[in-house]
C-alpha cells in the first residue's frame, strides 16, 4: 500500500496555487510544493489540520492508499 496527496486535485478544484495555500494557511511554500507533486516524506499534525480546515474536507479527501506493487521495504 502506498499513501498518496490528493493536494493538487484539491488545489485544482478551487483554482488555488502553491502561493494561494502558502498565504491562506502560512505553511512554508517549500512544504506545500512537496505535498503537491507528492514528494513528501513526512507531514505533521499541524500541517495536515491547516490543509483540512483550507479546503473544508476530512483527512481521507486530502490522502488516499492505493496498492503499490513497486514497494520492496521489510514489513
Request: glycine share 4%.
Amino acid at each position: 500500500m502506498a499513501l498518496h496527496c490528493t493536494l493538487s486535485t484539491l488545489m485544482g478544484k478551487k483554482r488555488y496555487s502553491i502561493q494561494d495555500v502558502h498565504e491562506k494557511t502560512g505553511l512554508s511554500r517549500n512544504t506545500v510544493s512537496c505535498l503537491y507533486n507528492d514528494k513528501a516524506t513526512r507531514i505533521d499534525y499541524e500541517t495536515v489540520d491547516r490543509l483540512c480546515r483550507l479546503f473544508d474536507c476530512p483527512i481521507n479527501e486530502l490522502f488516499e492508499l492505493s496498492k503499490d506493487t513497486s514497494f520492496t521495504g521489510a514489513e
